[in-house]
């Protein structure tokens, strides 16, 4: 089973060393120790932590579709040429960054500060781990 350090945690979760602690003491999460006998939480009881803790702001756009990886955040840039258009998005932590037609940016009204819904529906996903399988 992997664990995590408190800074470890911290730094997935987003959140300070103190917070992690705090959680802690107050029981949301439950420590252990390590063999160098530095406290620890548990990998899957980290990640149900973090599944429960997640922000998820409501999709505005109240439509239903199969992509299920929704991400809601604000548009931070646009770089347009005559055809076509990089657009990022930051959705919490993560930055996201699709291309599309410069007609799809003016006909969505696409420019910093506007809210919009980056759709991900993608037939493969990479996923890796620092150091292979733990």
Known sequence: MP??????AASLLGVSDDTVRRW????QLTA???AAGRKVVDGAELAAFAREQAARPEDPSAVGRSARNRF?????????DKVMAQVELQCGP??????MSTE???????????LAVAVVK???????TPGGAQ
């Open 72 to 80: 809601v955040g604000l548009v931070t840039e646009v770089v347009t």
């Open 32 to 34: 252990g120790v390590d």
């Open 122 to 128: 993608a037939t493969t996903v990479v996923v890796e």
């Open 104 to 114: 799809a940016v003016r006909e969505l009204g696409l420019r910093p500060g506007v």
């Open 24 to 27: 802690v003491r107050s029981g």
């Open 94 to 99: 993560h930055r996201v960054v699709s291309l």
């Open 3 to 8: 664990h995590f350090r408190f800074s470890e």
